[in-house]
């Protein structure tokens, strides 16, 4: 699981270190947030377009 989350920290260009100061966390956790909406939505739409095939393929 740690691999897993380091390898997510390294495609969205964050380090995996969390940041000393306020002033580095904001941006810090914006970039996150943002990382797994993005990735969140890439699986919602993925599944809505295997729901999409497997029910036409039952009809």
């Known amino acids: 699981m740690a691999s897993v989350i380091a390898e ?3 495609i969205i260009g964050e380090d995996a270190v969390p940041p000393d100061t306020l ?3 904001i941006p810090y956790l914006l970039t996150v947030l943002i990382g797994v909406v993005l990735v ?4 919602r739409v993925l599944g ?12």
């Open 23 to 25: 002033a580095e966390l």
């Open 8 to 10: 997510f920290f390294n």
């Open 40 to 43: 969140s939505t890439v699986f």
């Open 48 to 59: 809505r377009l295997a729901e999409a095939i497997l029910d036409l393929r039952r009809w």
